[in-house]
C-alpha cells in the first residue's frame, strides 16, 4: 500500500514545486484531487515530473447518476475528465452520484446502473476506472443519494464490470455505518481506492476516535494493495500532519 495525498484538501490549491519535492523527499510518491483539477494541465502535468510524483486519482466535474435525464451530461463530464486523465497518467476516477430525487430509493440505485453502464464504453476505450463514492448525509452532504457501501456493492453487482468500482471513504462511512473493518473486509472485492480523514472533524488521521494504524494494518492482512488517499482538511501546518501519517505505519 501507498499512501496519496489529496492537494486541494491538504494544500488547498496546488502546492509550488519546493513544496511538492519535499512531499517526495518525505516519501511520497502519489497524489491526488478530492476534485476535479482546475489549474492547467500542462502545467501540472510539469509540475508532477519535475517532482518526481504521480498522479493517482482525481474527482471529475459533479453530475447526477440518479436523474435519468442528466445521464447525458453526465457522460459528457466524464469524457472531459478521461481527456484529463489520458495526460495526468491516473486511471481512477471519482464521481458522485447526485442528489437523491422525490422517487424510491430503488429507483435510483436502478438508475444509477443505468447510468454507469451508459459510461462503460468511454471507461474502456481509455482503460479507466470510475469509482462511485457513498458519502455521508448526517453532518456533510445532505441529500446526497448515496450513503451506504452496500447499496453502492449492489449497484456495481448488477453492473459487473471491473472498470467501475467503489471508493471506501473511511471518513464518509464510519459517520454513516461504522463497522469500518467487517465492512471493508466484505466490500473489498469491489473497492477500487480508499480514502481517509480523521473522525469527527475530517483532519489529520491521528486526531479521531479512529486507530488508521489498526485500520491499515487489517487491510493489509486483506491483501489490499492499491493506495490510500489522504483527504482531509488539516488543523495543524501541512507538512506536520503529513509526518504524522508517515509514522502510523510503513506507507510510502
Known sequence: MHYSVSLDTIFQSIPSLDQLKKLHGMGYRYV???GFPQ???SSLVGLLKESSLACHAFGMPEGSLVDGALHAQFVENLHQALEMAKQLGNRLI?????????SSHESQLEAMVVGLELCLPLLKKYDCELLIEPRNTRIDNKGYALSRSGDAAAVLKLIDDPHVRLLYNIYHQQISEGNILIRLEKYLPWIGHIRAG????RAELDSGELSYRRIFAYLESL???GNIGLEYFPKRPPFEGLESCMMLRSLK
Request: negative net charge; contains cysteine; charged residues 20%.
Open 32 to 34: 491526488e484531487w478530492k
Open 39 to 41: 489549474q492547467d494541465t
Open 94 to 102: 471519482v464521481c458522485g452520484v447526485g442528489n437523491a430525487l422525490e
Open 198 to 201: 480523521g473522525v469527527p472533524g
Open 223 to 225: 491483501g489490499y494493495t
